[in-house]
Protein backbone atom coordinates (compact mmCIF):
# COMPACT_ATOMS: atom_id res chain seq x y z
CA UNK A 1 0.00 0.00 0.00
CA UNK A 2 1.05 3.37 -1.12
CA UNK A 3 1.75 5.93 1.70
CA UNK A 4 -1.11 8.11 1.18
CA UNK A 5 -3.30 5.49 0.50
CA UNK A 6 -7.06 5.30 2.26
CA UNK A 7 -7.26 1.67 3.31
CA UNK A 8 -11.14 0.67 4.08
CA UNK A 9 -12.29 -0.29 7.59
CA UNK A 10 -15.13 0.43 9.84
CA UNK A 11 -15.21 3.20 12.04
CA UNK A 12 -15.78 2.89 15.65
CA UNK A 13 -18.33 5.90 17.73
CA UNK A 14 -17.05 6.80 21.38
CA UNK A 15 -19.71 8.67 22.10
CA UNK A 16 -19.38 11.79 19.86
CA UNK A 17 -15.69 10.95 18.46
CA UNK A 18 -14.97 8.38 15.59
CA UNK A 19 -11.97 6.62 15.80
CA UNK A 20 -11.02 5.18 12.23
CA UNK A 21 -12.90 6.90 9.74
CA UNK A 22 -11.11 10.57 9.56
CA UNK A 23 -8.19 12.40 11.74
CA UNK A 24 -5.88 10.02 14.23
CA UNK A 25 -7.35 10.68 17.52
CA UNK A 26 -5.94 11.51 20.69
CA UNK A 27 -7.12 9.60 23.73
CA UNK A 28 -5.39 10.74 27.30
CA UNK A 29 -5.45 13.29 29.82
CA UNK A 30 -6.75 16.99 29.52
CA UNK A 31 -7.08 18.29 26.14
CA UNK A 32 -7.50 15.16 24.45
CA UNK A 33 -10.31 14.08 21.99
CA UNK A 34 -11.52 11.35 24.56
CA UNK A 35 -10.29 10.85 28.24
CA UNK A 36 -9.45 7.27 29.59
CA UNK A 37 -8.88 6.11 33.16
CA UNK A 38 -8.04 2.91 34.72
CA UNK A 39 -9.95 1.31 37.94
CA UNK A 40 -6.68 -0.88 37.96
CA UNK A 41 -4.41 -0.91 41.21
CA UNK A 42 -6.67 2.24 42.12
CA UNK A 43 -8.83 2.23 45.11
CA UNK A 44 -11.42 4.20 43.85
CA UNK A 45 -15.62 2.75 42.66
CA UNK A 46 -16.39 2.71 39.07
CA UNK A 47 -19.27 5.29 39.68
CA UNK A 48 -16.71 7.74 41.97
CA UNK A 49 -13.94 7.77 38.85
CA UNK A 50 -16.63 8.59 36.45
CA UNK A 51 -18.17 11.14 37.99
CA UNK A 52 -14.92 12.78 38.93
CA UNK A 53 -13.80 12.67 35.01
CA UNK A 54 -17.47 13.95 34.18
CA UNK A 55 -17.37 16.78 36.69
CA UNK A 56 -14.48 18.00 34.60
CA UNK A 57 -15.07 16.85 31.08
CA UNK A 58 -18.44 16.33 28.79
CA UNK A 59 -16.77 15.01 26.29
CA UNK A 60 -16.52 10.96 25.74
CA UNK A 61 -15.03 8.45 29.04
CA UNK A 62 -13.21 5.44 28.39
CA UNK A 63 -12.99 3.23 31.44
CA UNK A 64 -10.66 0.02 32.10
CA UNK A 65 -12.41 -1.70 34.74
CA UNK A 66 -10.68 -3.54 37.53
CA UNK A 67 -13.27 -6.31 37.62
CA UNK A 68 -16.34 -7.83 36.17
CA UNK A 69 -17.97 -5.65 39.16
CA UNK A 70 -17.40 -2.55 37.43
CA UNK A 71 -19.33 -3.19 34.29
CA UNK A 72 -22.93 -2.10 34.93
CA UNK A 73 -21.24 1.72 36.47
CA UNK A 74 -19.46 1.88 33.66
CA UNK A 75 -22.01 0.85 31.28
CA UNK A 76 -24.31 3.75 32.57
CA UNK A 77 -21.85 6.55 32.75
CA UNK A 78 -18.99 5.73 30.50
CA UNK A 79 -18.72 5.86 26.53
CA UNK A 80 -16.13 2.64 26.06
CA UNK A 81 -14.77 0.40 28.19
CA UNK A 82 -10.98 -0.86 28.18
CA UNK A 83 -9.56 -4.26 28.15
CA UNK A 84 -5.60 -5.03 28.79
CA UNK A 85 -3.71 -8.19 29.18
CA UNK A 86 -5.29 -9.55 32.59
CA UNK A 87 -8.15 -9.15 30.73
CA UNK A 88 -7.56 -10.64 27.64
CA UNK A 89 -6.12 -13.66 29.11
CA UNK A 90 -9.71 -14.59 30.52
CA UNK A 91 -12.37 -15.39 27.47
CA UNK A 92 -14.96 -15.31 30.08
CA UNK A 93 -14.08 -11.51 31.02
CA UNK A 94 -13.77 -10.09 27.77
CA UNK A 95 -17.58 -11.72 26.68
CA UNK A 96 -19.07 -9.96 30.23
CA UNK A 97 -16.95 -6.62 29.05
CA UNK A 98 -18.23 -6.84 25.71
CA UNK A 99 -22.04 -7.31 26.79
CA UNK A 100 -23.07 -4.28 28.15
CA UNK A 101 -23.09 -2.89 24.75
CA UNK A 102 -20.10 -0.44 25.20
CA UNK A 103 -17.41 -0.21 22.22
CA UNK A 104 -14.17 -2.03 23.47
CA UNK A 105 -10.69 -0.93 23.34
CA UNK A 106 -8.36 -4.33 23.09
CA UNK A 107 -5.18 -3.45 23.88
CA UNK A 108 -2.37 -6.31 23.11
CA UNK A 109 -0.31 -7.84 25.82
CA UNK A 110 3.72 -7.42 24.95
CA UNK A 111 3.30 -11.61 25.59
CA UNK A 112 0.25 -11.72 22.93
CA UNK A 113 0.18 -12.88 18.92
CA UNK A 114 -1.52 -11.46 16.98
CA UNK A 115 -3.86 -14.23 15.99
CA UNK A 116 -4.50 -14.21 20.02
CA UNK A 117 -5.01 -10.60 19.94
CA UNK A 118 -7.44 -10.52 17.16
CA UNK A 119 -8.99 -13.56 18.96
CA UNK A 120 -9.96 -11.68 21.24
CA UNK A 121 -11.62 -8.75 19.48
CA UNK A 122 -13.79 -12.00 17.56
CA UNK A 123 -14.52 -12.44 20.84
CA UNK A 124 -16.40 -9.74 21.64
CA UNK A 125 -18.16 -9.35 18.06
CA UNK A 126 -19.25 -13.00 18.64
CA UNK A 127 -20.99 -11.93 21.59
CA UNK A 128 -22.91 -9.31 19.84
CA UNK A 129 -20.92 -6.35 19.93
CA UNK A 130 -18.84 -5.16 17.09
CA UNK A 131 -17.69 -2.38 17.71
CA UNK A 132 -14.15 -2.80 19.03
CA UNK A 133 -10.74 -0.84 18.67
CA UNK A 134 -7.73 -2.72 19.16
CA UNK A 135 -4.59 -0.83 20.73
CA UNK A 136 -1.36 -1.78 20.49
CA UNK A 137 1.76 -1.03 22.71
CA UNK A 138 2.21 -0.92 26.22
CA UNK A 139 4.48 -0.19 29.06
CA UNK A 140 8.13 -1.60 28.59
CA UNK A 141 10.11 -2.78 31.40
CA UNK A 142 12.02 0.00 33.34
CA UNK A 143 14.98 0.62 30.73
CA UNK A 144 13.16 -0.02 27.97
CA UNK A 145 10.10 2.65 28.18
CA UNK A 146 7.83 1.82 25.45
CA UNK A 147 6.95 -1.33 23.32
CA UNK A 148 5.34 -0.32 20.18
CA UNK A 149 5.57 -2.81 17.28
CA UNK A 150 4.49 -0.89 14.42
CA UNK A 151 4.70 -3.97 11.64
CA UNK A 152 2.29 -5.72 13.82
CA UNK A 153 0.02 -2.77 14.51
CA UNK A 154 -0.36 -2.60 10.67
CA UNK A 155 -0.98 -6.33 9.96
CA UNK A 156 -3.78 -6.03 13.10
CA UNK A 157 -5.60 -3.10 10.89
CA UNK A 158 -5.29 -4.87 7.55
CA UNK A 159 -6.36 -8.15 8.57
CA UNK A 160 -9.17 -7.18 10.86
CA UNK A 161 -10.57 -4.22 8.85
CA UNK A 162 -10.70 -2.54 12.89
CA UNK A 163 -9.46 0.68 13.45
CA UNK A 164 -5.93 0.32 15.72
CA UNK A 165 -5.18 2.64 18.23
CA UNK A 166 -1.23 2.88 19.16
CA UNK A 167 0.35 3.72 22.53
CA UNK A 168 3.56 5.69 21.63
CA UNK A 169 4.18 6.39 25.78
CA UNK A 170 5.08 10.09 25.72
CA UNK A 171 7.32 10.13 22.89
CA UNK A 172 5.92 12.29 20.60
CA UNK A 173 8.52 10.79 17.53
CA UNK A 174 6.63 7.45 18.44
CA UNK A 175 3.09 9.21 18.46
CA UNK A 176 4.39 10.23 14.62
CA UNK A 177 5.64 7.08 13.48
CA UNK A 178 2.65 5.25 14.80
CA UNK A 179 0.57 7.58 12.85
CA UNK A 180 2.75 7.13 9.62
CA UNK A 181 2.80 3.55 10.08
CA UNK A 182 -1.33 3.77 9.78
CA UNK A 183 -2.71 4.02 13.57
CA UNK A 184 -6.12 5.49 13.42
CA UNK A 185 -5.06 7.22 16.73
CA UNK A 186 -3.44 7.18 20.20
CA UNK A 187 -4.14 6.20 23.86
CA UNK A 188 -1.79 8.41 26.35
CA UNK A 189 -1.24 7.50 29.86
CA UNK A 190 -4.42 9.10 31.57
CA UNK A 191 -2.69 11.06 33.64
CA UNK A 192 -0.54 13.08 30.07
CA UNK A 193 -0.31 16.65 31.06
CA UNK A 194 -1.80 19.03 28.47
CA UNK A 195 1.77 19.60 27.16
CA UNK A 196 2.36 15.86 26.33
CA UNK A 197 -1.07 15.53 25.06
CA UNK A 198 -0.65 18.82 22.76
CA UNK A 199 2.57 16.87 21.18
CA UNK A 200 1.37 13.94 20.51
CA UNK A 201 -1.55 15.73 18.73
CA UNK A 202 1.24 17.93 16.98
CA UNK A 203 3.16 14.90 15.62
CA UNK A 204 0.08 13.09 14.31
CA UNK A 205 -1.71 16.12 12.92
CA UNK A 206 1.43 17.04 10.97
CA UNK A 207 2.07 13.41 9.94
CA UNK A 208 -1.34 12.35 9.56
CA UNK A 209 -2.13 15.46 6.88
CA UNK A 210 0.39 13.64 4.42
CA UNK A 211 -0.36 10.21 5.18
CA UNK A 212 -3.86 9.82 5.96
CA UNK A 213 -6.11 10.23 2.95
CA UNK A 214 -9.78 12.17 4.78
CA UNK A 215 -13.62 11.31 3.22
CA UNK A 216 -15.00 14.03 4.75
CA UNK A 217 -19.20 14.64 4.60
CA UNK A 218 -19.69 18.16 5.84
CA UNK A 219 -18.54 21.95 5.65
CA UNK A 220 -17.40 20.84 9.44
CA UNK A 221 -15.09 18.51 9.30
CA UNK A 222 -13.39 19.23 5.69
CA UNK A 223 -12.68 22.69 7.34
CA UNK A 224 -11.34 20.78 10.07
CA UNK A 225 -8.96 18.35 7.60
CA UNK A 226 -7.78 21.45 5.84
CA UNK A 227 -6.93 23.35 9.12
CA UNK A 228 -4.62 19.92 9.48
CA UNK A 229 -3.19 20.10 6.42
CA UNK A 230 -2.35 23.44 6.62
CA UNK A 231 -0.51 22.91 9.78
CA UNK A 232 1.60 20.38 7.96
CA UNK A 233 2.26 23.16 4.91
CA UNK A 234 3.11 25.65 7.19
CA UNK A 235 6.20 23.47 9.14
CA UNK A 236 6.95 22.92 5.52
CA UNK A 237 6.72 26.03 4.50
CA UNK A 238 8.41 27.68 7.48
CA UNK A 239 11.64 25.10 7.02
CA UNK A 240 11.72 25.54 2.88
CA UNK A 241 11.92 29.28 3.65
CA UNK A 242 15.25 28.59 5.88
CA UNK A 243 16.50 26.28 3.86
CA UNK A 244 15.97 28.97 0.70
CA UNK A 245 17.63 31.73 3.14
CA UNK A 246 20.55 29.59 2.91
CA UNK A 247 21.12 29.15 -0.57
CA UNK A 248 21.08 33.25 -0.52
CA UNK A 249 23.91 33.31 1.81
CA UNK A 250 26.12 30.81 0.07
CA UNK A 251 25.63 31.62 -3.84
CA UNK A 252 27.55 34.06 -5.45
CA UNK A 253 24.82 36.75 -5.61
CA UNK A 254 21.92 36.17 -3.41
CA UNK A 255 18.85 37.32 -3.23
CA UNK A 256 16.41 39.03 -5.95
CA UNK A 257 19.25 39.98 -7.79
CA UNK A 258 20.56 35.86 -7.96
CA UNK A 259 17.12 35.04 -8.80
CA UNK A 260 17.38 31.72 -11.15
CA UNK A 261 14.34 31.26 -13.33
CA UNK A 262 15.49 28.22 -15.05
CA UNK A 263 15.66 26.53 -11.66
CA UNK A 264 12.49 27.70 -10.43
CA UNK A 265 10.64 26.49 -13.41
CA UNK A 266 12.17 23.07 -13.05
CA UNK A 267 10.91 22.98 -9.35
CA UNK A 268 7.72 23.47 -10.24
CA UNK A 269 7.68 21.20 -13.23
CA UNK A 270 8.71 18.25 -10.36
CA UNK A 271 6.01 19.46 -8.36
CA UNK A 272 3.19 18.94 -10.63
CA UNK A 273 4.50 15.31 -11.08
CA UNK A 274 2.89 14.99 -7.21
CA UNK A 275 0.21 17.53 -7.58
CA UNK A 276 -1.31 16.52 -11.16
CA UNK A 277 -4.71 17.91 -10.22
CA UNK A 278 -2.84 21.43 -9.81
CA UNK A 279 -0.40 20.98 -12.49
CA UNK A 280 2.34 23.50 -13.56
CA UNK A 281 -0.41 26.12 -14.51
CA UNK A 282 -1.90 26.88 -11.13
CA UNK A 283 1.71 25.83 -9.30
CA UNK A 284 3.66 28.51 -10.69
CA UNK A 285 2.40 31.22 -9.04
CA UNK A 286 1.84 29.28 -6.17
CA UNK A 287 5.30 28.77 -5.79
CA UNK A 288 6.40 32.25 -6.62
CA UNK A 289 4.58 33.55 -4.20
CA UNK A 290 6.23 30.82 -2.27
CA UNK A 291 9.67 31.97 -3.38
CA UNK A 292 9.44 35.49 -3.39
CA UNK A 293 8.51 35.16 0.43
CA UNK A 294 11.29 33.25 1.04
CA UNK A 295 14.07 36.16 -0.88
CA UNK A 296 11.88 38.77 0.82
CA UNK A 297 12.61 37.39 4.37
CA UNK A 298 16.53 36.51 3.16
CA UNK A 299 16.86 40.36 2.08
CA UNK A 300 15.44 41.34 5.45
CA UNK A 301 17.41 39.08 7.56
CA UNK A 302 20.53 40.26 5.50
CA UNK A 303 20.04 43.81 6.44
CA UNK A 304 19.76 43.60 9.57
CA UNK A 305 22.52 41.84 10.17
CA UNK A 306 24.28 44.31 7.65
CA UNK A 307 26.51 41.63 6.02
C1 LIG B 1 17.01 29.21 -3.54
C2 LIG B 1 17.52 29.71 -4.65
O1 LIG B 1 17.37 31.06 -4.98
C3 LIG B 1 16.16 31.51 -5.58
C4 LIG B 1 15.02 30.95 -4.86
C5 LIG B 1 14.51 29.74 -5.23
C6 LIG B 1 13.60 28.98 -4.29
O2 LIG B 1 13.14 29.55 -3.30
O3 LIG B 1 13.39 27.79 -4.55
C7 LIG B 1 14.84 29.18 -6.45
C8 LIG B 1 15.66 29.82 -7.32
C9 LIG B 1 16.18 31.16 -7.06
O4 LIG B 1 15.41 32.09 -7.79
C10 LIG B 1 18.26 28.86 -5.60
O5 LIG B 1 18.95 29.44 -6.46
O6 LIG B 1 18.21 27.64 -5.49
Do not use: H, Y
Amino acid sequence: MSLTARAERGAVQLGTLEVGGGPAVVIGGAGADARWISLRERRVRAAEAVAAIRAEWAGPVLVEPSSVADLPRIAAGAEGVVVGEAWTRDPRLVGEAARPGLPVIVRRGPAETLEEWLAVADLCAAGGNDRVVLCEGGQGSPGRPAVLDLPLLRAARERSGRPVLAWPGGDPALAAAAVAAGADGLLLDPDSTPEAVAAARDAATIVGAVTRREEPGTVLAARAAVDRVDAALAVLLERRAELAGTIQRLKPVGGFAGRDMDRERRLVAEMARRAPALGEERLAPIMNAVIEAGLRLAEERRATRRD
